[in-house]
Nanobody, 125 residues
Framework: QVQLVESGGGLVQPGGSLRLSCAAA????????IAWFRQAPGKEREGVSC?????????YSDSVKGRFTISRDKNAENTVYLQMNSLKPEDTAVYYC?????????????????WGQGTLVTVSP
């Protein structure tokens, strides 16, 4: 069964850091693009970051650029991370990873086929 599982969410103070993980099951990630999204209560889902499947190019929304970093686990090959630094209360949301399952696809992604269940990030004093 093909699935994505997010982990690493939690409660953190403003200015703090968290690292989210997106682990793949049923397939490996080396040439598969992964995107991170988030959805805050009462707001629409927002694209946060993406890593391409061809050359590993990375993309960030303006709201997180310079604070978040997306990367692949070079050893495990089935995990993508989202390192979140200098967190702000407005980063509070459920974070999801997703993929189109197309080998060597490039960001931004469309036709997202697989979504994780989400992990909650709460930034609060």
């Amino acid at each position: 069964q093909v699935q994505l599982v997010e982990s690493g969410g939690g409660l953190v103070q403003p200015g703090g850091s968290l690292r989210l993980s997106c682990a793949a099951a049923g397939f490996t990630l080396p040439y598969i693009a992964i995107a991170w999204f988030r959805q805050a209560p009462g707001k629409e889902r927002e694209g946060v970051s993406c890593i391409s499947g061809d050359d590993g190019s990375t993309y960030y929304s303006d709201s997180v650029k310079g604070r978040f970093t997306i990367s692949r686990d070079k050893n495990a090959e089935n995990t993508v991370y989202l390192q979140m630094n200098s967190l702000k209360p407005e980063d509070t949301a459920v974070y999801y990873c997703a993929t189109d399952l197309i080998v060597r696809s490039t960001c931004p992604l469309s036709n997202l086929e697989v979504w994780g269940q989400g992990t909650l990030v709460t930034v609060s004093p």
